[in-house]
Antibody, heavy 122, light 108 residues
Framework: EVQLVESGGGLVQPGGSLRLSCAASGFTFSSYWMSWVRQAPGKGLEWVANIKQDGSEKYYVDSVKGRFTISRDNAKNSLYLQMNSLRAEDTAVYYC???????????????WGRGTLVTVSS | SYVLTQPPSVSVAPGQTARITCGGNNIGSKSVHWYQQKPGQAPVLVVYDDSDRPSGIPERFSGSNSGNTATLTISRVEAGDEADYYCQVWDSSSDQGVFGGGTKLTVL
């Protein structure tokens, strides 16, 4: 079965760190760009970061630059998000998503995990 | 950064046609993608590249994109179509993904 399964969410204090993981199965993980997308409680979707197949290119939303790091391990079919200096506004469900190339040479997301909740609070 | 604007809500009776808009500066020059999200569930891609449907998505879902507005059209709306819908583009000038604020579709 083609699927993405996130883990690693939880409660963390402001200023703390957390590492999210995403396990991919049912497809050739190393052939795809991958993204993290988040959704604050009761709010809309926000793209967070993505990473090229070999990890050589990474892009981030402005609000997490310098605090979050996306990485991957193709041998383990896994995607990661290291989150440092966490803030209350980072509280959200974090989804792992598979990127696909659009006609215009950009990306959309055709496969999503069920998400993992990160709560930043004292 | 690039901004996408969606109406917060759209209501339609069963069997009618729902149209959800997504506004952006010269959005017609970009590829627009649409996602459906039901409560407590992950988003699902319903239209990509303005008007293409992934396998398994009913033909009732269609899209168009021109000028400053992209539109997701749902024909013969069913109760099961009630959900939040999000448009999305990739902003090549900033190398960032961008989502619209979302539209809640209510089936009356």
């Amino acid at each position: 079965e083609v699927q993405l399964v996130e883990s690693g969410g939880g409660l963390v204090q402001p200023g703390g760190s957390l590492r999210l993981s995403c396990a991919a199965s049912g497809f050739t993980f190393s052939s795809y760009w991958m993204s993290w997308v988040r959704q604050a409680p009761g709010k809309g979707l926000e793209w967070v970061a993505n990473i090229k197949q070999d990890g050589s290119e990474k892009y981030y939303v402005d609000s997490v630059k310098g605090r979050f790091t996306i990485s991957r391990d193709n041998a383990k079919n896994s995607l990661y998000l290291q989150m440092n200096s966490l803030r209350a506004e980072d509280t959200a469900v974090y989804y792992c998503a598979r990127d696909r190339i659009a006609v215009a040479g950009t990306w959309y997301f055709d496969l999503w995990g069920r998400g993992t909740l990160v709560t930043v609070s004292s | 950064s690039y901004v996408l604007t969606q109406p917060p809500s759209v209501s339609v009776a069963p069997g009618q046609t729902a149209r959800i808009t997504c506004g952006g500066n010269n959005i017609g020059s970009k590829s627009v993608h649409w996602y459906q999200q039901k409560p407590g569930q992950a988003p699902v891609l319903v239209v990509y590249d303005d008007s293409d449907r992934p396998s398994g998505i009913p033909e009732r879902f269609s899209g168009s994109n021109s000028g400053n507005t992209a539109t997701l059209t749902i024909s013969r709306v069913e109760a099961g179509d009630e959900a939040d819908y999000y448009c999305q583009v990739w902003d090549s000038s900033s190398d960032q993904g961008v989502f619209g604020g979302g539209t809640k579709l209510t089936v009356l």
